[in-house]
């Protein structure tokens, strides 16, 4: 079964073609982010703006690439939440006339239950697992019971992973995304010259908090630059990077300990880190328990990872219809209800 997927959440407009979830056979991303790192976050108007003149050469594109036309398509899978909902609209809109057009079914695509399948790409992974999804806007802890059907064990309370990453990386003047840059940057930094106290959630032993461990940076620098002292930026970056890896890796264990894990697994933007993914890896051995981590090219925004999702929301019965709408927040456990 070849479904057709687009994503257009955030300034990536995506479309690919995959078949019975796995097997990609195209993936054509084009991105707005150039733009964006001039105002060093992303413009939601340019986004949404950049997206409507994009997407249907993306998706033209993604099916040639894929040896396909539109009828060789069995459904189109689309991210309708959460995201930029000005972003989510443009997608979401031309999936809809491209399935009334063509007469194909239109499956609604959560984007993180998204990140979750970008595991599922060119590899044989199946539920039951526990996964870390980490992204701009998001931190989780889930168990992916089912392909569809996912319980939340954890979540941020405040600021996302990479969000802290963002607006850290801005405080030190360095490139937008700032988990990105940061993440370079930890190759030349010393992760012990400064120390970060982790937050702790006092009603949640799972629940994340990244706000706090923002204002310390932020604070770090503004302190240094009042008493006119030069901070290494390089250490204070690969610094606070272990301290977020640190506290997303301590629940994580936490949680694969008490819910018995035996598949670990990581998916979003930040699971690109390679600190991130270096711990993890160590995490596992030590608990011997096996860890799926996504390609590099698949960790951040893409229409594949939609594709596959939508291949088993499909399967599970999951169809919209013509009045399919775009939403800016949605629990990744819920359901798509007509
Ligand atoms: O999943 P994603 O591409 O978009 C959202 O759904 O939000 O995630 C974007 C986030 C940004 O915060 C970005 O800084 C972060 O992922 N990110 C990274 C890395 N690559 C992307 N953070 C740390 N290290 C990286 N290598
Ligand atoms: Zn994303």
């Keep these: 079964m070849k479904i057709l997927g687009i994503e257009s959440s955030c300034d990536e407009t995506a479309a690919a073609v995959v078949e019975d979830g796995r097997k990609v056979l195209s993936n054509v991303i084009a991105s707005s982010l150039e733009e964006h790192k001039l105002y060093g976050g992303v413009v939601p108007e340019i986004a949404s703006r950049r997206h409507a003149e994009s997407i249907s050469g993306v998706v033209s594109e993604a099916l040639s690439q894929a040896n396909c036309t539109i009828d060789d398509i069995d459904a189109i899978a689309v991210t309708y939440a959460p995201g930029l909902i000005g972003s989510l609209l443009v997608g979401v809109n031309f999936a809809k006339g491209l399935a009334l057009a063509s007469d194909k079914p239109l499956v609604p695509v959560h984007h993180l239950r998204g990140h979750i399948a970008s595991n599922y790409l060119e590899s044989s992974l199946e539920p039951e697992f526990l996964c870390l999804v980490v992204s701009g806007g998001h931190s989780h802890i889930v168990n992916v019971k089912d392909y569809t059907e996912i319980e939340i064990i954890g979540k941020t309370r405040d600021d996302a992973a990479g969000e802290a990453l963002d607006k850290a990386g801005r405080a030190m003047g360095l490139a937008y995304p700032g988990g990105v840059s940061i993440d370079k940057l930890s190759k030349e930094g010393n992760e012990n010259a400064f120390e970060f106290t982790h937050p702790r959630v006092s009603d949640s032993v799972y629940d994340y908090s990244f706000s706090g461990l923002k204002t310390a940076v932020i604070n770090t620098i503004h302190n240094a630059a009042q008493k006119n002292i030069e901070i290494n930026t390089a250490d204070l970056a690969t610094s606070f990077q272990k301290a977020v890896v640190d506290c997303l890796l301590e629940k994580l264990s936490l949680a694969a300990d008490n819910y018995g894990a035996k598949k670990l697994v990581i998916a979003g933007g930040v699971s690109a880190n390679s600190k991130l993914r270096q711990e993890v890896k160590k995490l596992c051995n030590k608990k011997k328990i096996s860890l799926s981590i996504p390609e590099?090219?698949?960790?951040?925004?893409?229409?594949?990872?939609?594709?596959?999702?939508?291949?088993?929301?499909?399967?599970?019965?999951?169809?919209?219809?013509?009045?399919?709408?775009?939403?800016?927040?949605?629990?990744?456990?819920?359901?798509?209800?007509?």
Excluded: H, P, R, W
Excluded at 309 to 320: D, H, M, W
């Design 296 to 338: 590099l090219k698949y960790c951040g925004d893409n229409a594949a990872m939609i594709a596959s999702q939508g291949y088993f929301e499909y399967k599970n019965g999951t169809v919209a219809n013509e009045s399919l709408n775009a939403y800016a927040t949605m629990a990744i456990d819920s359901d798509y209800k007509a």
